[in-house]
């Protein structure tokens, strides 16, 4: 062996050891005198010497010691051996010694690899400061068989890209290096087909021509790496090793417009600083140094005016594929499949629900707890994207608030809402049926005129729903499903009887809460002091008595039979609840008013209870209420039907990516 010192390792003395800094992370030894050891042998670890060298002249237990030392030191990675896989010297190598050097950090064959990234044939095609930038780039890293295709995107200035070409210091001769103006289509397929590397970007970037590039390299197996300006920012796709990942997944998940016409072009600087970030990824991904650890493809955000990179995951958007609508079989079998589903567990659920958080191409942009006071209730929000706003609009984030009674509840129940908020604003207008006497809407490809259509009602559609008195299909106007198209009341569940349950309790409360308008007798009053609660239930009812106002609870439950309370803070009603359970209305309700007084208590009217319809007068009464009897999923449907209505339950799966973490979120719809 001969040991050298890994030249990206650096190391420093710490009370029980030494730390050492590497590319690949931390790296701790500890022991007493290993500071010391290091110290004095890092001079020695040079590649020039052999282990058995180094150790040739101590003495037989301090050499045993050394050579574990150099052992260890080796096995993590903190030292090569040149022996095995040593390089040529640097001046053989120049002027790249340092690229070959970088490989070598981090993978054998380095001259091998770089060989293959130097000869790699490459078409950098595209327009302005950011193309010639990245012509001047690629050979300075060590390209030298790259052709420059310049398109009439925006301006180039074609002398300094010239004069950057010329000076690069290429040895092949007859090879079109540069080439103004896209060739007529065979030729242009031709090129991009014929690549190893394809490298597309421009001040202004026609994503016209980005599908274009990627139906060729696709179909070609040519690597493809194309940057997309957006205002201030670039967004750089990863390249096949790092994930394939679309461009238009990315777009539809920002809602970007086809094209923006007031993006400035970057500085020269920023130009340079990008091109080095787009020729470091082709760098990688041609000499096998690319990270494949992420199952999700990543795109590279460079900040224009700041010169910061971050990095984000894309999930893939279904109007970037086709679709078409289900038939009833199809529907039928995928009921079927939720309603025998397993039951999600919270802490996979969890973990799979934080993966779709991102601040820029995330579903849900951000999970948290902003400012808001913790006690008595701990409060999450979750602020969920608009999926599918109109082209060329931006697009506008929910909030999603939810309480519980610990931090863990509060967040879990954020999150399970959100999914069916998220799942209730994605319609993809490809999938529904043709409404009756129309032949539209037909499935197929663009999304986006049928979506605006839809959305102002110009367009009518169907989707498929489940009746819950036989479980066969049946079709339901789109605009009773969806809430951008006047309907409400999505709800989630880890399975999907939870789910269904809850969507039918509610459509009851809201008919039970109508029913109070009419003609009524007044309402029972339940003593909130001795009924009988659930072990949340009973610590709500202790926490409410330290508020001075006075909390009076009305049985509300109507024709249907569901349990149903009204929740009054002195002459306020602040909410309502039905349950199958007496015990889960009652807890519920109290939950909401135990939150209203901490919105008062802080001020923090965000996460306050929406209002609702004030109890009259004439329905407070005095008389005490008696024991309700619990009920069910089935009896909560069979008195809709007796009250000459059917529930319905749609799955809420128009984004499949989304429904794979939560397959459970449904709209219930009477029809």
């Given at each position: 062996?001969?040991?050298?010192?890994?030249?990206?390792?650096?190391f420093?003395?710490?009370?029980?050891?030494?730390?050492?800094?590497?590319?690949?992370?931390p790296?701790t030894?500890t022991?007493?005198?290993?500071?010391?050891?290091?110290?004095?042998?890092?001079?020695?670890?040079d590649?020039?010497?052999?282990?058995?060298?180094?150790?040739?002249?101590?003495?037989?237990?301090?050499g045993?010691?050394v050579?574990?030392?150099v052992?260890?030191?080796?096995?993590?990675?903190?030292?090569?051996?040149?022996?095995?896989?040593?390089?040529?010297?640097?001046?053989?190598?120049?002027?790249?010694?340092?690229?070959?050097?970088?490989?070598?950090?981090?993978a054998?064959?380095?001259?091998?690899?770089?060989?293959?990234?130097?000869?790699c044939p490459t078409?950098?095609?595209?327009?302005?400061?950011?193309?010639v930038?990245?012509?001047?780039?690629?050979?300075?890293?060590?390209?030298?068989?790259?052709?420059v295709?310049?398109?009439?995107?925006?301006?180039?200035?074609?002398?300094e890209?010239?004069?950057?070409?010329?000076?690069?210091?290429?040895?092949?001769?007859?090879?079109?290096?540069?080439?103004?103006?896209?060739?007529?289509?065979?030729?242009f397929?031709q090129m991009?087909?014929?690549?190893?590397?394809?490298?597309?970007?421009?001040d202004?970037?026609?994503?016209?021509?980005?599908r274009?590039?990627?139906?060729?390299?696709?179909?070609?197996?040519?690597?493809?790496?194309?940057?997309?300006?957006?205002?201030?920012?670039a967004?750089?796709?990863?390249?096949?090793?790092?994930?394939?990942?679309?461009?238009?997944?990315?777009?539809?998940?920002?809602?970007?417009?086809?094209?923006e016409?007031?993006?400035?072009?970057?500085?020269?600087?920023?130009?340079?600083?990008?091109?080095?970030?787009?020729?470091h990824?082709?760098?990688?991904?041609?000499?096998?140094?690319a990270?494949?650890?992420?199952?999700?493809p990543?795109?590279?955000?460079?900040?224009?005016?700041?010169?910061?990179?971050?990095?984000?995951?894309?999930?893939p958007?279904?109007?970037?594929?086709?679709?078409?609508?289900?038939?009833?079989?199809?529907?039928?079998?995928?009921?079927?499949?939720?309603?025998?589903?397993?039951?999600?567990?919270?802490?996979?659920?969890?973990?799979?629900?934080?993966?779709?958080?991102?601040?820029?191409?995330?579903?849900?942009?951000a999970i948290?707890?902003?400012?808001?006071?913790?006690?008595?209730?701990?409060?999450?929000?979750?602020?969920?994207?608009?999926?599918?706003?109109?082209?060329?609009?931006?697009?506008?984030?929910i909030?999603?608030?939810?309480?519980?009674?610990?931090?863990?509840?509060?967040r879990?129940?954020?999150?399970?809402?959100?999914f069916?908020?998220?799942?209730?604003?994605?319609?993809?207008?490809?999938?529904?049926?043709?409404?009756?006497g129309?032949?539209?809407?037909?499935?197929?490809?663009?999304?986006?005129?049928?979506?605006v259509?839809?959305?102002?009602?110009?367009?009518?559609g169907?989707?498929?729903?489940?009746?819950?008195?036989?479980g066969?299909?049946?079709?339901?106007?789109?605009?009773?499903?969806?809430?951008?198209?006047?309907?409400?009341?999505?709800?989630?569940?880890?399975d999907?009887?939870?789910?269904?349950?809850?969507?039918?309790?509610?459509?009851?409360?809201?008919?039970t809460?109508?029913?109070?308008?009419?003609?009524?007798?007044?309402?029972?009053?339940?003593?909130?002091?001795?009924?009988?609660?659930?072990?949340?239930?009973?610590?709500y009812?202790?926490?409410?008595?330290?508020?001075?106002?006075?909390v009076v609870?009305?049985?509300?439950?109507?024709?249907?039979?569901?349990?149903?309370?009204?929740?009054?803070?002195?002459?306020?009603?602040?909410?309502?609840?039905?349950?199958?359970?007496?015990?889960d209305?009652?807890?519920?309700?109290?939950?909401?008013?135990?939150?209203?007084?901490?919105?008062?208590?802080?001020?923090?009217?965000?996460?306050?209870?929406?209002?609702?319809?004030?109890l009259?007068p004439?329905?407070?009464?005095?008389?005490?209420?008696?024991?309700?009897?619990d009920?069910?999923?089935?009896?909560?449907?069979?008195?809709?039907?007796?009250?000459?209505r059917i529930p319905?339950?749609?799955?809420?799966d128009h984004?499949?990516?989304?429904?794979?973490?939560?397959?459970?979120a449904?709209?219930v719809?009477?029809?």
């Amino acid at each position: 062996m001969k040991p050298q010192l890994a030249r990206d390792a650096y190391f420093a003395p710490v009370p029980d050891g030494v730390y050492w800094l590497t590319n690949k992370g931390p790296v701790t030894l500890t022991g007493k005198t290993i500071a010391a050891w290091i110290d004095r042998l890092a001079p020695f670890l040079d590649g020039q010497r052999s282990l058995d060298d180094l150790v040739a002249h101590l003495p037989a237990d301090r050499g045993a010691f050394v050579s574990d030392v150099v052992r260890t030191l080796h096995e993590r990675g903190l030292v090569k051996d040149v022996a095995t896989r040593g390089l040529p010297p640097d001046q053989v190598l120049a002027p790249h010694a340092a690229e070959v050097h970088f490989i070598d950090d981090f993978a054998d064959t380095a001259v091998l690899r770089f060989v293959r990234y130097r000869n790699c044939p490459t078409v950098v095609i595209g327009a302005g400061r950011s193309l010639v930038a990245c012509a001047a780039a690629g050979p300075r890293s060590g390209m030298d068989n790259v052709t420059v295709m310049v398109t009439d995107d925006c301006a180039t200035d074609l002398d300094e890209l010239r004069g950057v070409l010329g000076s690069s210091r290429s040895r092949r001769r007859g090879v079109e290096r540069l080439v103004v103006g896209e060739p007529e289509p065979g030729r242009f397929e031709q090129m991009i087909a014929g690549a190893t590397v394809v490298v597309h970007v421009s001040d202004r970037v026609s994503l016209a021509r980005t599908r274009v590039l990627t139906r060729i390299c696709h179909q070609s197996g040519t690597r493809l790496l194309q940057v997309v300006m957006t205002g201030a920012e670039a967004w750089i796709d990863p390249l096949p090793s790092m994930g394939r990942g679309d461009w238009d997944d990315a777009r539809l998940r920002l809602s970007l417009p086809e094209q923006e016409d007031d993006t400035e072009p970057p500085t020269p600087d920023a130009a340079a600083v990008l091109a080095d970030h787009v020729v470091h990824r082709v760098f990688q991904e041609v000499t096998g140094l690319a990270d494949t650890d992420d199952v999700r493809p990543r795109l590279a955000r460079f900040d224009l005016r700041t010169l910061r990179t971050t990095y984000h995951r894309v999930l893939p958007h279904p109007f970037a594929g086709s679709a078409r609508p289900q038939t009833a079989d199809e529907f039928r079998h995928n009921v079927n499949r939720l309603s025998r589903g397993p039951r999600l567990d919270e802490e996979t659920f969890s973990r799979r629900a934080a993966e779709l958080v991102d601040d820029r191409l995330g579903p849900f942009r951000a999970i948290g707890e902003r400012d808001f006071a913790q006690l008595p209730l701990h409060v999450s929000e979750v602020t969920v994207a608009d999926p599918v706003c109109l082209p060329g609009e931006r697009r506008a984030l929910i909030p999603v608030i939810a309480a519980g009674p610990d931090f863990a509840a509060a967040r879990h129940r954020a999150a399970v809402r959100a999914f069916a908020v998220h799942g209730s604003l994605f319609v993809d207008p490809r999938r529904l049926l043709a409404a009756a006497g129309s032949e539209e809407p037909k499935g197929g490809g663009d999304p986006a005129d049928p979506l605006v259509a839809l959305t102002s009602g110009a367009l009518r559609g169907r989707v498929w729903g489940t009746r819950l008195t036989d479980g066969e299909p049946c079709e339901v106007p789109v605009e009773t499903v969806f809430p951008a198209l006047r309907s409400a009341g999505a709800t989630a569940g880890y399975d999907w009887a939870e789910a269904v349950t809850a969507g039918v309790a509610g459509r009851c409360l809201d008919l039970t809460v109508a029913e109070l308008a009419g003609d009524r007798p007044p309402l029972s009053v339940v003593d909130i002091r001795y009924v009988l609660l659930d072990e949340i239930g009973q610590r709500y009812r202790q926490l409410l008595a330290v508020f001075d106002t006075p909390v009076v609870v009305y049985d509300a439950t109507g024709s249907l039979g569901v349990p149903t309370f009204a929740f009054c803070l002195g002459a306020e009603t602040v909410a309502y609840a039905s349950a199958p359970r007496v015990t889960d209305a009652l807890r519920d309700g109290l939950e909401q008013v135990l939150l209203a007084c901490q919105a008062r208590m802080h001020s923090q009217h965000a996460y306050a209870p929406p209002p609702v319809p004030q109890l009259p007068p004439r329905l407070r009464g005095d008389e005490p209420a008696r024991q309700r009897p619990d009920t069910g999923l089935r009896n909560m449907v069979e008195a809709l039907c007796s009250n000459g209505r059917i529930p319905v339950a749609v799955p809420l799966d128009h984004d499949p990516e989304m429904s794979q973490v939560m397959p459970y979120a449904v709209q219930v719809v009477l029809r």
